[in-house]
Every structure is written in structure tokens, then in C-alpha cells.
């Protein structure tokens, strides 16, 4: 398996994944617009097929955020999580970030506990944070400890 950068051409499987894995998707025209904004959207290759994806952001100049991660449900808990997010935490830590934060549904528990292997601590909760009013989980990485 290969993680690399996302390319236009990829949009598609992309979006597949993100139908498949969310019940609130980024429609395509967000995605490409987070991509043209200078995102960072990193893709898992495995047979020439893309498995999974990561899109993040570099919010402030000490703070990335992750704006999304999905792996197709057939690759899941094979790893391919683990190795996006470290990909992008080695482009973070290139940019100096000192903090990374995410949000992640309350009912999410499989993805907090997959956050929570990767170093990630759960801070807050905020009431109400998603349109359909569902509340979300705060969760960070201090990657200067
Ligand atoms: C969250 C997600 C990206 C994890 O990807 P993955 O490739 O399956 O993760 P990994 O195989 O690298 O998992 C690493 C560890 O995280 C934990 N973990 C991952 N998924 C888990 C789950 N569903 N339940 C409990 N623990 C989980 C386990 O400790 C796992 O290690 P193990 O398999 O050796 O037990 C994937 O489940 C997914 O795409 N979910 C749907 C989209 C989503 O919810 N994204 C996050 C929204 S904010």
C-alpha cells in the first residue's frame, strides 16, 4: 500500500468512500474547493485502487486541524487509518504544529477509539454542533509533548 497526494483524477473513488462512510458527505464541489484552498488530501493506494483518504488543514500557524478520514469499510482495521494519520502528522510536525484538533461525533465511537489509538485525547463535548443537532467530541494531539 502507498499513501500519496490526492490527484483530481482520484475525485471519484473519493467520493465513493465519503457517500459510503458519512451520513452527512461533503458534496464534491466542497471537496474540490477544500483541495484548491491548499488542504493537505492524502490518498491510500493499495493495488492501483484507493482504499482510504485523509484531508486536513492547517488552521492557524501553530494548529492543524483533520477535516476528514475514511477508509472503505471492506480495508477497514487493516492499518490503513494508522498510516494516513501518520502521514499527516509528518507534514505537520514539517510545519511546526504544535497542536492538532478534530471533532467527531458523540454516537462515533469506533472512529474515537481509532483517534484515541493514534495519541488523541478527548477534550469536550460541544451541544448541538452538527446540523441534525447531533453533539460532537473535541479531541487533540499535543505534538510538542
Ligand atoms: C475511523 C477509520 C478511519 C479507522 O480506519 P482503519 O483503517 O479501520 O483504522 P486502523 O486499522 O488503522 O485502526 C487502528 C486502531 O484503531 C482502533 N479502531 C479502529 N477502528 C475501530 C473501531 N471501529 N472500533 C474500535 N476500535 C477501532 C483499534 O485500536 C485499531 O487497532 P486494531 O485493529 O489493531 O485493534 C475507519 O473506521 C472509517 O473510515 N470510519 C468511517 C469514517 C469515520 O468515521 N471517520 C472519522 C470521522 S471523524
Known amino acids: 500500500m502507498i499513501i500519496r497526494e490526492f490527484r483530481r483524477p482520484d475525485i471519484n473513488r473519493v467520493l465513493e468512500i465519503e457517500v459510503a462512510s458519512f451520513k452527512d458527505p461533503y458534496p464534491v464541489n466542497i471537496l474540490i474547493d477544500i483541495y484548491n484552498l491548499g488542504a493537505g488530501f492524502l490518498v491510500a493506494e493499495y493495488d492501483n485502487i484507493i482504499v482510504g483518504y485523509i484531508i486536513f488543514w492547517i488552521r492557524f500557524e501553530d494548529e492543524g486541524h483533520i477535516i476528514s478520514i475514511a477508509v472503505d469499510d471492506y480495508y477497514q482495521r487493516k492499518a490503513v487509518g494508522s498510516q494516513l494519520v501518520a502521514a499527516a502528522l509528518k ?4 510545519y511546526n504544529i504544535d497542536i492538532i484538533r478534530l471533532e467527531v461525533r458523540t454516537s462515533n465511537k469506533g472512529a474515537i477509539k ?18 441534525d443537532l447531533e453533539d460532537a467530541v473535541l479531541m487533540d494531539m499535543d505534538l510538542k509533548e
Open 114 to 131: 481509532f483517534y484515541k489509538s493514534q495519541g488523541f485525547t478527548e477534550r469536550e463535548v460541544v451541544k448541538n454542533y452538527y446540523e
Open 91 to 94: 507534514i505537520f510536525k514539517q
